[in-house]
């Protein structure tokens, strides 16, 4: 009994370890396009300094798979596109926007999917740095400029503030092109300014007197 025990808790034991080798998803692209998916997903494992290891491969491929699949799902949806624009009127505008839906709902299941993913391997912190790699930091930086021109910003106004450039992170991680991902968060900065604006702030005055003590410091905005 105790050796039947043992060897299933070792092929238990092995079949998790699989379960959690990712490969890469790279059969049937071009080989050039491999290579700077890869330089990009290693900008992430470079973030979180495990380039090269066991988990940095792992975490690097499920980066790569996404940008893949960001890709393929983008593709098919210009590919619907285009073969809508040989039907005529109402034809061409239900074929459009069935492809664009039909993008949105891929786009929505396999996000979460990314991020089970990422969490056999990551604990929350680090995937808060995969996010941030993904779309150029724009949260912190935004956040702490906000912070830097209004200083006098309630608490609740900083937590509402930085629960929509999270929110609008996870949508720009899944733009198509950086152009998207810094219209995505335009967006939720213009929902911001005008959340301030409700609260009472002069954004004008703000942003005025924020040039001025950046200045000071001998600083650029």
Same mark, same amino acid.
Request: hydrophobic content about 35%; cysteine-free.
């Given at each position: 009994?105790? $050796?039947? =025990?043992?060897?299933?808790?070792?092929? #238990?034991? @092995?079949?998790?370890?699989?379960?959690? +080798?990712?490969?890469?998803? !790279?059969?049937?692209?071009?080989?050039?396009?491999?290579?700077?998916?890869?330089?990009?997903?290693?900008?992430?494992?470079?973030?979180?300094?495990?380039?090269?290891?066991?988990?940095?491969?792992?975490?690097?491929?499920?980066?790569?798979?996404?940008?893949?699949?960001?890709?393929?799902?983008?593709?098919?949806?210009?590919?619907?596109?285009?073969?809508?624009?040989?039907?005529?009127?109402?034809?061409?505008?239900?074929?459009?926007?069935?492809?664009?839906?039909?993008?949105? $709902?891929? =786009?929505?299941?396999?996000?979460?999917? #990314?991020? @089970?993913?990422?969490?056999?391997?990551? +604990?929350?912190?680090?995937? !808060?740095?995969?996010?941030?790699?993904?779309?150029?930091?724009?949260?912190?930086?935004?956040?702490?400029?906000?912070?830097?021109?209004?200083?006098?910003?309630?608490?609740?106004?900083?937590?509402?503030?930085?629960?929509?450039?999270?929110?609008?992170?996870?949508?720009?991680?899944?733009?198509?092109?950086?152009?998207?991902?810094?219209?995505?968060?335009?967006?939720?900065?213009?929902?911001?300014?005008?959340?301030?604006?409700?609260?009472?702030?002069?954004?004008?005055?703000?942003?005025?007197?924020?040039?001025?003590?950046?200045?000071?410091?001998?600083?650029?905005?």
């Amino acid at each position: 009994m105790k $050796k039947v =025990l043992i060897i299933f808790v070792s092929l #238990f034991a @092995a079949g998790a370890l699989s379960a959690q +080798n990712i490969p890469l998803d !790279e059969a049937g692209r071009d080989a050039e396009y491999v290579k700077n998916i890869l330089k990009r997903a290693e900008k992430v494992t470079n973030e979180l300094n495990i380039t090269g290891t066991d988990k940095g491969i792992q975490v690097r491929n499920i980066v790569a798979n996404r940008y893949f699949v960001l890709n393929d799902i983008y593709t098919e949806r210009d590919s619907l596109k285009k073969a809508a624009s040989t039907l005529t009127r109402e034809a061409k505008q239900k074929a459009i926007e069935d492809a664009e839906n039909s993008k949105d $709902k891929k =786009l929505y299941r396999s996000h979460f999917g #990314f991020l @089970a993913n990422l969490s056999l391997f990551l +604990n929350d912190t680090e995937i !808060e740095k995969v996010k941030d790699v993904m779309t150029y930091n724009v949260v912190n930086v935004t956040y702490k400029a906000q912070l830097d021109m209004i200083p006098t910003l309630k608490e609740e106004e900083k937590t509402q503030i930085l629960a929509w450039l999270k929110e609008a992170r996870e949508y720009a991680i899944d733009a198509e092109s950086s152009k998207k991902k810094h219209e995505t968060f335009g967006k939720y900065k213009g929902r911001i300014n005008n959340y301030l604006s409700k609260r009472g702030y002069n954004l004008t005055k703000e942003r005025e007197e924020w040039k001025k003590r950046v200045e000071a410091r001998g600083e650029k905005l």
